[in-house]
């Protein structure tokens, strides 16, 4: 655990019943990433309480395993896939979120539990899939307060929809948005910023999705007209 991080929360999700004392839990991991794969199965092959399962027969799995490095539409897409099988809890090991609304999305699409990717050691993996076996989730403290504080910022925004401040944008969408206005392209933005170019393409388009725009010279000049930039 990372130093000043708060502790992970554990609640009762009440979807999944617990397994039957002695038995192993089946789970299937979903990366994109082949890396990313190989590495939660290496890292939960050697425990003997889980019994891994290939994607060509992972309907009915106890767990299911989404790692990825955000929650672009694909891994929305996946997720909501997986949601309609009552049979299995979902959980997601992530790089970072992008967003409050990103959290909120994986909420939504049925994840009940999640663990940062580079805290994703072979124990806390187990702790995890365990807690998800009994019908559990697990959320760490800081998400936690990180989308009760989106989720407040969207209750106020229904109350007042026509306000608009600086905190409508995060410092790296606005620095995106300013750098679109300079006439940079996304290859160029990513450059620029040291981020690769899929994350440039869904931090704005996850800008352009949130305040309803059309294109990013519509959110250009949106940000443009409220001061955000």
């Known amino acids: 655990m990372t130093q000043g991080q708060q502790n992970d929360i554990t609640f009762s999700s009440g979807t999944v019943p617990p397994p039957r004392s002695g038995r192993r839990v089946s789970v299937a991991v979903y990366a994109a990433d082949p890396v990313l794969h190989v590495g939660v199965v290496h890292q939960l092959r050697q425990r003997p309480e889980i019994e891994l399962v290939d994607e060509g027969h992972a309907e009915g799995a106890r767990v299911s395993l989404v790692t990825v490095d955000t929650v672009d539409d694909e891994t929305v897409a996946l997720l909501r896939r997986l949601r309609q099988d009552s049979r299995t809890s979902t959980g997601l090991v992530v790089g970072t979120f992008e967003s409050g609304d990103a959290l909120q999305r994986a909420i939504e699409c049925g994840v009940t539990a999640v663990l940062r990717r580079a805290e994703a050691d072979q124990d806390r993996l187990l702790r995890l899939v365990l807690a998800m076996a009994k019908g559990e989730g697990v959320l760490p403290g800081d998400?936690?307060?990180?989308?009760?504080?989106?989720?407040?910022?969207?209750?106020?925004?229904?109350?007042?929809?026509?306000?608009?401040?600086?905190?409508?944008?995060?410092?790296?969408?606005?620095?995106?948005?300013?750098?679109?206005?300079?006439?940079?392209?996304?290859?160029?933005?990513?450059?620029?910023?040291?981020?690769?170019?899929?994350?440039?393409?869904?931090?704005?388009?996850e800008v352009i999705t949130r305040l309803q725009l059309r294109n990013r010279t519509h959110a250009v000049g949106f940000a443009l007209r409220n001061g955000l930039i």
């Open 143 to 205: 998400l936690v307060a990180r989308l009760m504080h989106h989720v407040g910022g969207l209750q106020r925004a229904a109350l007042d929809p026509h306000a608009s401040s600086l905190s409508t944008l995060t410092a790296r969408e606005a620095d995106m948005l300013r750098l679109v206005s300079e006439g940079l392209d996304t290859a160029e933005i990513a450059r620029k910023t040291s981020y690769s170019e899929r994350t440039v393409k869904n931090v704005l388009h």
